[in-house]
């Protein structure tokens, strides 16, 4: 039995506990970042983070009590350059920064989609504006579009009708969008993708 269960005799049978194991911390979310006395290399190029000046290379424990005497921390930014490189700094502060410029990087970061307008080939005029409209919408909030046109039935014969009306809807959005794929024939349905123009 592995070392992972408990065993309990209750009333002549056997009940047997699993203990749950502990997920271990992934790399992704655990620091590697090595500081102060995790940093043992023999000799390393110490820079003060503040003023970005090189104050040179000396051994890590005179990196160490140099960062020690300013009540700072020692921080490897560069453990492969030779010599690494080391900063000393407020890390608990740098820290804190980092994650202020990620929150407010992910909050500004604009999601780009792929929306979808399903058109006809005999499209009346009053369901071709209503449709643009919406289209330009999407183009103006940053969205790609994918406009697409089943052909049902005999309607396939007809598949110029479609490329005239994917056409009619590019020349519509010129102003705001290019089209980055121009239209295509995938089975029964025809496909066209326009992209807004960026600023």
């Known amino acids: 039995m592995g070392a992972d269960a408990l065993t309990f005799y209750l009333n002549g049978g056997i009940l047997i506990i699993r203990r749950k194991k502990q997920p271990r911390p992934t790399s992704s979310t655990k620091d590697t970042t090595l500081i102060n006395n995790m940093i043992r290399f023999p000799q390393v190029m110490v820079i003060d983070d503040e003023t970005g000046d090189q104050l040179g290379v000396m051994t890590s424990r005179d990196a160490q009590a140099m960062a020690n005497e300013q009540e700072l921390d020692l921080v490897c930014v560069s453990p492969t350059a030779k010599p690494p490189v080391v900063k000393i700094m407020d890390y608990q502060k740098f820290k804190f920064e980092q994650q202020k410029k990620a929150r407010v990087a992910k909050k500004n970061q604009k999601v780009v989609e792929i929306k979808e307008i399903r058109l006809s080939p005999t499209i009346d005029v009053g369901d071709f504006t209503t449709k643009l409209k919406h289209g330009q919408k999407f183009l103006e909030d940053g969205d790609k579009l994918k406009l697409s046109i089943r052909f049902k039935g005999r309607m396939i014969v007809h598949q110029q009708l479609g490329y005239d009306v994917l056409l009619r809807y590019a020349k519509a959005?010129?102003?705001?969008?290019?089209?980055?794929?121009?239209?295509?024939?995938?089975?029964?349905?025809?496909?066209?993708?326009?992209?807004p123009i960026k600023k």
């Open 173 to 195: 959005c010129e102003e705001i969008a290019i089209t980055t794929e121009s239209p295509k024939m995938e089975g029964r349905s025809l496909f066209m993708m326009l992209e």
